[in-house]
């Protein structure tokens, strides 16, 4: 069963010290929601654990599977296992969205010889569950999608990728009613023993379809507070402030 | 369905294609030491073009046309409109230097140290395997030429511009400067007066060509200029791809690179004309190249710009007759520190013509890549169209690209359309795909695969493969973990 360990992880961006100590460990078969106010940390914490250059990690561990990703390059925390859904995903001009899925499955799973036509089939299947037309295949990278739609296609790269441990950055944002219920679907369709999910979020809105076992409050870059569903329903209704002062 | 997947295989194949190649810059960026025998020295000046003219031994109407080109040149300032050009040194050039008196048509014959160099660079291979005939230039001079018989047998003349005008002076009496005069602006000007080499090739009515012809450019020496002027004559009927390559070695002193090319496409001739230019770091690239195109003549200008310090490039068409169209693809990549000032010029001057431009430009690092197009329609162009589309990627996070069309339509039923697109590769982007599991070298072959997507199949191989090891050294940079 994967086990994603983060031991005391502080990080800076542009020399201003972001995260300061942040602990949490989460498992297969586990759903953690990481809340907080605007400016702790949350997605900083989402670019640390992918590897993304622009951050610094100043102190603390990252292990998956007992592997300490640390220092590893995002493409070598691709390979072991994790996966990040981001919170605005960029567009890359010029990379078919079809070719590029299938170069990244051939990274992280080299072992399966999957044939091309085996692999589209299987993506069309998914593209029709997340709500993308098959027409998106032949389309550059996020070049040109709305907010909704780049969700869903990280969904998408989501269960085509089979990562271990998943973390959803405000994977709920830009989605209305009807395309968060396609997209929690896919999402609890993926989820099982062998998959751990982080769902980042700054409301308790996505955490109605995708039920957390476990809720962590993230204030100033460290988890002020642990706890279960019931955490998330007090913040809804009281905010964040009364743990600040807590 | 099947053709998608199928397209996809390809693009599999290629991707596997460039993450192997190999082939590197440092493959032709070396010099030999070769000594030139003869050389005007440094400057230009009276003297010097007369010099030039002495040892060609030419008729008298050039010699007039090179003194009369030299006083255009000195009259005429250097552009400021464009790129800095406050580097060329125009007193320390060195315009004419000759290697060995030689012009070969065995490659045997090619003395050792030039041959070597050529056969470095691939070019006796490549014209055994996929060409009909071969002219190469070491620095001032064609020191080999070579056409198939069974061309020569039709009527086809190949051969550099010198022998040219000894053994067919009427012929290219007929095209030369007409297309560019040396009123044009200073750098024709300055071609006009101290030109040498260039080829000469001339398709007869009704003969299609169905392999290509080549010319190969190389500059050795330090400081030196190149000089040559290219005529290619498509008559009625005729069919010819024309292929230059052009390569130097990178010195620390600035060379300078100003040839003229003139391409006539008679009345429902086809010419291609296809120039890759690896100039080194070190030269500014200034030539001419204008079509003259006839009744439903059809021209095509391929062009993959990947070198040189500075280039300023607008090959243009003048569509001259009813149904006459040109097509232009161009893709330039401006690397770390250079400038690619470079375009096309469409001019409709006749009914139902049209043209296509088509430009690609990568700018890496603070290298500039502009798009400068001139766009006219001529008063009774009628019915012509004209599209031209603009395509910039950025790999950093601060590079810039800029886009300059000029249209003048001057014809109310003309249609014209512009299209521009700017993408970027920053940090952000290729952290992106390296978190779903790509490599850098995955993710630079797939953004220049992607890229050059629609136009792989006119690109050489060999452009895209540099373009790619240029790119992914740049993203190096990009994904450092700080």
């Known amino acids: 069963m994967p086990e994603l360990a983060i031991r005391e992880l502080s990080a800076s961006v542009e020399n201003k010290q972001i995260l300061k100590g942040v602990n949490l460990t989460v498992r297969g078969g586990e759903i953690h929601a990481l809340m907080g106010p605007n400016g702790a940390g949350k997605s900083t914490l989402g670019n640390v654990l992918i590897g993304h250059p622009n951050y610094q990690i100043t102190g603390g561990t990252i292990e998956l599977n007992g592997t300490d990703l640390t220092h590893k390059t995002p493409e070598e925390r691709a390979r072991a296992g994790l996966f990040l859904a981001f919170q605005s995903p960029v567009a890359v001009v010029g990379v078919k969205l079809s070719t590029f899925l299938r170069t990244a499955y051939r990274q992280v799973h080299p072992e399966d010889k999957v044939s091309l036509q085996q692999f589209y089939d299987r993506m069309k299947v998914h593209m029709r569950r997340v709500g993308l037309d098959e027409s998106f295949m032949s389309r550059s990278v996020n070049d040109g999608f709305s907010g909704g739609e780049r969700k869903r296609f990280e969904i998408l790269q989501m269960v085509m990728l089979r990562p271990k441990i998943v973390i959803l950055d405000e994977i709920d944002s830009g989605l209305d009613v009807d395309a968060l219920k396609l997209v929690a679907d896919e999402i609890s369709e993926y989820y099982n023993d062998e998959v751990g999910f982080l769902i980042i979020t700054h409301y308790q809105r996505i955490l109605k379809n995708i039920a957390p076992q476990f809720v962590h409050i993230l204030i100033d870059g460290k988890v002020a507070m642990d706890g279960n569903r019931d955490l998330s329903l007090r913040i809804e209704e009281e905010g964040y402030d009364w743990i600040k002062n807590a | ?482």
């Open chain 2, 1 to 482: 369905m099947e053709s998608e997947y199928s397209k996809d295989a390809e693009m599999e194949r290629l991707l596997e294609d460039l993450r192997t190649s190999n082939i590197r810059k440092e493959d032709w960026e070396f010099h030999d030491n070769h000594k030139p025998t003869y050389s005007t020295g440094i400057g230009i000046n009276r003297k010097v073009v007369e010099e030039i003219s002495d040892i060609k031994n030419e008729p008298d109407w050039m010699r007039r046309f090179r003194l009369k080109s030299l006083e255009i040149f000195l009259a005429k300032p250097v552009p400021t409109w464009g790129p800095d050009l406050s580097g060329i040194d125009w007193e320390n050039t060195n315009y004419y230097t000759r290697p060995d008196e030689i012009n070969a048509n065995k490659w045997e014959d090619v003395p050792d140290e030039i041959k070597d160099t050529f056969t470095k660079l691939g070019v006796p291979e490549m014209e055994q395997k996929y060409l009909a005939g071969s002219v190469a230039q070491y620095d001032s001079e064609g020191v080999y030429h070579n056409l198939k018989k069974v061309w020569e047998d039709k009527g086809v003349v190949f051969m550099d511009l010198d022998s040219a005008i000894r053994e067919h002076p009427d012929l290219v009496k007929d095209y030369f400067c007409r297309a560019v005069p040396a009123t044009d602006n200073k750098f024709a000007a300055l071609n006009g007066a101290v030109w040498s080499g260039g080829s000469f090739l001339y398709v007869p009515k009704g003969v299609h060509i169905d392999m290509p012809l080549q010319t190969y450019f190389r500059m050795n020496g330090e400081a030196t200029g190149q000089f040559e002027h290219t005529i290619v004559v498509a008559d009625e009927g005729s069919k010819v791809h024309y292929i230059e390559g052009c390569t130097a070695p990178k010195y620390d002193r600035n060379s300078l690179h100003s040839a003229i090319v003139e391409i006539y496409v008679k009345k429902n001739a086809q010419a291609r004309y296809t120039s890759v230019q690896n100039w080194s770091k070190s030269v500014y690239n200034m030539p001419t190249k204008r079509a003259w195109v006839d009744e439903n003549a059809k021209m095509e200008w391929v062009g993959g710009s990947l070198g040189s310090k500075v280039t300023m490039l607008y090959p243009s068409s003048y569509l001259r007759g009813p149904y006459a169209s040109a097509h232009n693809l161009n893709v330039s990549l401006a690397g770390p520190g250079t400038v690619k000032d470079t375009g096309a010029k469409a001019l409709h001057l006749a009914p139902y013509t049209s043209s296509k431009i088509v430009a690609k430009s990568i700018s890496i690092e603070d290298g500039k890549a502009i798009y400068r197009g001139l766009l006219r329609m001529n008063k009774g162009a009628i019915h012509s169209k004209s599209h031209v589309q603009c395509d910039a990627l950025l790999i950093n996070d601060k590079s810039q690209s800029f886009t300059y069309p000029h249209d003048e339509i001057y014809e109310p039923t003309a249609t014209f359309g512009h299209e521009a697109t700017v993408g970027r590769i920053g940090t952000d982007e290729l952290t992106y795909l390296r978190s779903r599991g790509l490599s850098e070298d995955e993710a630079s072959s797939m953004i220049v695969l992607g890229f050059l997507d629609d136009v792989m199949k006119e690109i050489p191989m060999e452009f895209a493969v540099e373009m790619n090891r240029l790119i992914k050294l740049e993203m190096g940079k990009l994904g450092a973990v700080g």
